[in-house]
Structure formats: C-alpha cells, structure tokens
C-alpha cells in the first residue's frame, strides 16, 4: 500500500454514461498526477495539479474529460459521454513536490465502456 | 518528446536464475524510476536512480546518463518476481514521467 487511494476499483458503465474517479493523495502531497493505462502498454501522462492548480494537460485529455482538485488534496476525473476506446486503468500518482522525488502509485481504477 | 525503449520486451525464467532488464531513452532526464505492475496492476516503487546505482536486496539498478541508458538487475528470481516491469523517466523536475512499454517476466518454478 502506496498510501494513495482510488475509488472505485472497478468501473462497468454503457456507452455514453458519465463516469467519476476519485483520487486521495497521501497526506500532504501537493503534486498530483492522472495517467491512464490501456492493454499491454505503459501508462500515458492525462494531467496535473500543483495544489489546485491544474498545470499541464495532455493532448490525450479530450474535451469530454475533466479534471479537478478543489481543495489541493482528493481529486476527481470525470469522463462524460464515455466510448469503447475509454476503456483502460487509470491511475493516480502524487509526490510531495520536493526536488527529485519518488511518484507514488495509487491501485487504479480500471473502467470497461461496453 | 522523449522516447523511452524497454528491452527485452518478454524474459521467461527458471526460479533461481539471474536477468538484466535495460531501459533506453532518447533525451536527458531530470529523474529515472524503475517500478514493478503486479498483476492486480498495482505499480510498485523500485528504484529513485537518475545516475548510479543502487541495491536493494536480490535488485539493483545502475543508470549511466551520459549515454542515456539504465539497467535492472534481478539475481536469484522467484516467483514473486513474475509481472512488468516498467523504466519511466522525468525530463524536468516535478513533471509528468513518460514510461516505457515495459518488460513481461514470467518466472516459472
């Protein structure tokens, strides 16, 4: 256990649904980060947030997805009008911020869009 | 970007044998991590190396920026050791990680 958490673990819907994951970073990390993992491959960078800041957004991260960290600590990925293609593991990492740090994985949420 | 190649991309082994996994990269990197994706797809910290080299138990790693390459070290594998193994580097600090296609070992007893 990284110490980073995700909810669900496991995500079913249809397509066209909206769908949200939710990411609790361990305690006190500002830096937090989005991936998403597809079938035999490495993960790919989506996002992420300094805070509540969202710094950086992947050209992966279509207008149907969103992503938010209200407060600098949980943060949420909302996928609207899902599609077969959606389907993967997302992951979320998060560091502390401190220069040369170790990303800590939290355990995925893995997402099937029939 | 950067290009991150992980080679060799599948390694069957017998319990008790020794491997070297090798992870190259196009450009220069801030920070390498090497991570082990269990098969509940769990990514588990290895190695913090963006030069050197470390030990950890049967592991170690060894990174030579210069020439943009790094190595992972796997002596006496056992079962346990069976899942992808992933190289991921940062190209400016505290960035995202760009990660490899990894390498599947199967460890068979």
């Known amino acids: 256990d990284t110490g980073v958490s995700q909810d669900p673990r496991h995500k079913i819907t249809k397509r066209g649904q909206n769908v949200t994951f939710r990411c609790d970073p361990i305690s006190e990390h500002n830096r937090l980060y989005w991936y998403r993992q597809t079938l035999g491959q490495g993960p790919e960078f989506l996002t992420y947030?300094?805070?509540?800041?969202?710094?950086?957004k992947s050209r992966l991260l279509s207008d149907r997805f969103s992503a938010e960290r209200p407060k600098g600590s949980f943060s949420t990925l909302e996928i609207q009008r899902t599609e077969q293609g959606d389907s993967a593991m997302y992951l979320c990492?998060?560091?502390?911020?401190?220069?040369?740090?170790?990303?800590?994985f939290g355990p995925g949420t893995r997402l099937l869009v029939l | 970007g950067i290009q991150v190649e992980q080679s060799p991309p599948d390694l069957i082994l017998q319990e008790g044998a020794n491997s070297t996994l090798r992870c190259n990269f196009s450009d220069s990197v801030n920070n390498l991590q090497w991570f082990h994706q269990n098969p509940w797809g769990q990514l588990i910290n290895l190695f913090y190396?963006?030069?050197g080299t470390k030990q950890n138990g049967r592991l170690s790693a060894t990174t030579v920026a210069t020439e943009r390459y790094s190595l992972l070290y796997i002596s006496s594998s056992q079962t346990t050791d069976s899942g992808v193994y992933f190289c991921a580097v940062e190209e400016t600090s505290g960035s995202r990680l760009t990660f490899g296609e990894g390498t599947q070992l199967t460890v068979n007893p």
């Open positions: 990492a998060t560091t502390s911020g401190v220069y040369q740090e170790t990303q800590y």
């Open positions: 947030f300094q805070n509540e800041a969202q710094l950086e």
């Open positions: 190396i963006p030069s």
